[in-house]
T-cell receptor, first 114, second 116 residues
Framework: GNSVTQMEGPVTLSEEAFLTINCTYT??????LFWYVQYPGEGLQLLLK?????DKGSNKGFEATYRKETTSFHLEKGSVQVSDSAVYFC?????????????FGKGITLSVRP | EPEVTQTPSHQVTQMGQEVILRCVPI?????FYWYRQILGQKVEFLVS????????KSEIFDDQFSVERPDGSNFTLKIRSTKLEDSAMYFC??????????????FGEGSRLTVL
């Protein structure tokens, strides 16, 4: 079945530091890949997505590239801010018609210090 | 503005009681989902619902759970007899768009269920 593996957390960084959060996946076919973010006390929000190999998703300074050869979708940001403190989830969708659903990784908590 | 509105935002109940969580989409869509997140753990798929029928359910979604869309608008998740381990945040989601499917889902803000 499909699965998503995220690096272990939590991660604590100083403001303006470089961020990388690793994500690898196992899936049949050609999944879509996503990063969702959950700010404290809020629900899940889509951060960015990529729907095919070599696509780069980007939003709010975050980027992730769909790497089929390494089955990875690592999240990066060049300079994090305190407001980026949240839980980040990598996810995939098999897009299989009516039974399409998202499979999530465990999530990683990011804390950014001023 | 959330894509779906969930109520209640927080519910506290006694073990063995029935709970109904509600989800109201902003616009008319056909594909809905319920996910669960136990505190500090991963977001888990419970059930998907298409055109007023369950299309897929996980092994978590046992006989204690049911879903329905009673009035064509509200989408509900019912837990018949709650257990302590049902304490979690429950998220409703809808599929993005009516046409081509990229797999993206829009989530509500969640309903936190606490079972005592």
């Amino acid at each position: 079945g499909n699965s998503v593996t995220q690096m272990e957390g939590p991660v604590t960084l100083s403001e303006e530091a470089f961020l990388t959060i690793n994500c690898t996946y196992t899936a049949t076919g050609y999944p879509s890949l996503f990063w969702y973010v959950q700010y404290p006390g809020e629900g899940l929000q889509l951060l960015l997505k990529a729907t095919k190999a070599d696509d780069k998703g980007s939003n709010k300074g975050f980027e992730a590239t769909y790497r089929k050869e390494t089955t990875s979708f690592h999240l990066e940001k060049g300079s994090v801010q305190v407001s980026d403190s949240a839980v980040y989830f990598c996810a995939l969708s098999d897009r299989g018609g009516a039974n399409s659903k998202l499979t999530f990784g465990k999530g990683i908590t990011l804390s950014v210090r001023p | 503005e959330p894509e779906v509105t969930q109520t209640p935002s927080h519910q506290v109940t006694q073990m063995g009681q029935e709970v109904i969580l509600r989800c109201v989409p902003i616009s008319n869509h056909l594909y809905f989902y319920w996910y669960r997140q136990i505190l500090g753990q991963k977001v888990e798929f419970l059930v998907s619902f298409y055109n007023n029928e369950i299309s897929e359910k996980s092994e978590i979604f046992d006989d204690q759970f049911s879903v329905e869309r009673p009035d064509g608008s509200n989408f509900t998740l019912k837990i018949r007899s709650t257990k302590l381990e049902d304490s979690a945040m429950y998220f409703c989601a809808r599929r993005a768009g009516r046409g081509g499917n990229t797999g993206e889902l829009f989530f509500g803000e969640g309903s936190r269920l606490t079972v005592l």
